[in-house]
């Protein structure tokens, strides 16, 4: 009898002294994200290269610096960064309780139900969405390093997601906004935590299953497909998970009593409703920082891998402000140059505006702060963004 119970893949030799080398270069783990497999989940995801794998720990280690999630607890991610709440509490989602595992695997559960993705692109910017993926699955490092630290062997993460609910037609235009949300969300999957998620068992499909496969297909690269599994019944779940960690409402056992679930036997936490006048105007961060009418926007033209930048500077301490549209992806990021160096004061992302303009703020020291966005894409066309940013006085 084939047993599809999922588990967490081991490592080959071969992978595993690469990661032994790896430690060297990067001696300082935090203790949270820190286990026997740490490296070499990452050099898996990279197909064992090294250097690039490097690269991609730095990022993230400087991603959770930089936005502050990383000398907080699980639940403050949640809740204490605006960025990471605006968004969380805008999805169905549940929380991943370290000690609810099958084989060694935690489980994470999102519902499609009452998360209307079109509205919520009306009340922030894609990249707060973007930002909080990358939070997520520090929750997600989390719980595996617990795991691995504890029983001495591979852990992972598998997501039930739950599509009744789901809207197919948003997704069937790969240029309308949740697929475009979608498309950079599962981007930032494949190229920092591929291996962190090793299933996505996705119940409930609204439509019949070779259509959303179709559908999938569009939004994902072919690696990321195979972790795809679409149950035609949620009884189906018991043959990949043990019932401790399947929730009631499914038929399993598991349940979260701890006050953040609505019910207990759904483990998710309901989605905050949207109002209209919670919808965001196209100045709003100028408006939010005392500024009625929003600067002149400068324009840049943006060929293929080449880099653009917009400076300010301030000889005080202020807040920086910014806003641009694009009209395509670009990699977006803010750094402090100072005598020739630069140190990064904003995580880069691969970003496009949406229905609101990409915007932020941040409190700045006395210097020269560059904005840069960088062409990713070898598309024939420039890509056009149009910026404003100014250093307001506290």
């Known amino acids: 009898m084939i047993d599809d119970m999922i588990t967490a893949k081991s490592f080959s030799q071969d ?60 639940l403050e991610i949640f809740t ?143 690696k990321t497909a195979e972790k795809l599994a679409f149950l035609s019944n949620v009884e189906d779940l018991k043959k990949y998970l043990e019932p401790g960690a399947i929730p009631v409402e499914y038929g399993g056992t598991y349940r979260d009593d701890s006050g953040y679930a609505h019910p207990p036997e759904g483990v998710c936490k309901p989605p905050k409703r949207i109002a209209k006048d919670e919808y965001k105007a196209q100045e709003h961060i100028w408006i939010e920082n005392g500024i009625l009418k929003a600067p002149k926007g400068k324009g840049l033209s943006i060929k293929s891998f080449q880099t653009a930048e917009y400076t300010v500077k301030t000889s005080t301490t202020g807040k920086l402000v910014w806003s641009y549209t694009t009209s395509g992806d670009v990699d977006f990021e803010i750094v402090r140059r100072d005598a020739g160096k630069e140190v990064a004061i904003w995580p880069k992302i691969t970003i496009t505006s949406l229905k609101l303009p990409e915007y932020g703020e941040k409190t700045v020291a006395p210097g020269e702060y560059i904005l840069k966005f960088t062409n990713p894409s070898n598309t024939w066309f420039p890509v056009k963004i149009t910026c404003a940013a100014e250093i307001l006085n506290e």
Request: with cysteine; aromatic share 8%; charged share 20%.
């Open 15 to 74: 992978i595993l002294d690469k990661a032994e080398t790896l430690k060297i270069s990067i001696p300082l783990i935090p203790k949270e994200l820190d286990s026997p497999f740490f490296f070499a989940r990452f050099l898996t995801a990279n197909s064992g290269d090294v250097e690039k794998t490097h690269q991609k720990i730095l990022q993230l280690l400087e991603h959770r610096k930089l936005l502050g999630y990383h000398e907080i607890s699980d």
């Open 80 to 222: 204490s960064i605006d960025i990471g709440k605006d968004c969380f509490e805008r999805f169905n989602i549940s929380q991943l309780d370290y000690e609810v595992t099958s084989r060694n695997v935690h489980v994470f559960v999102q519902k499609m139900e009452g998360t209307d993705i079109k509205e919520i692109l009306k009340i922030m910017p894609l990249s707060y969405v973007i930002h909080s993926y990358f939070m997520l699955q520090e929750n997600f490092s989390r719980a595996m390093a617990h795991t691995e630290r504890a029983t001495g062997n591979t852990s992972s993460v598998v997501c039930i997601l739950d599509l009744k609910g789901l809207n197919l037609v948003d997704f069937m235009n790969p240029l309308s906004g949740p697929a475009q949300l979608a498309r950079l969300v599962v981007q930032v999957w494949a190229e920092y935590f591929s291996e962190h998620l090793c299933k996505l068992l996705l119940i409930n499909p609204p439509g019949i299953i070779s259509v959303m496969w179709q559908v999938t297909k569009r939004l994902v690269d072919p």
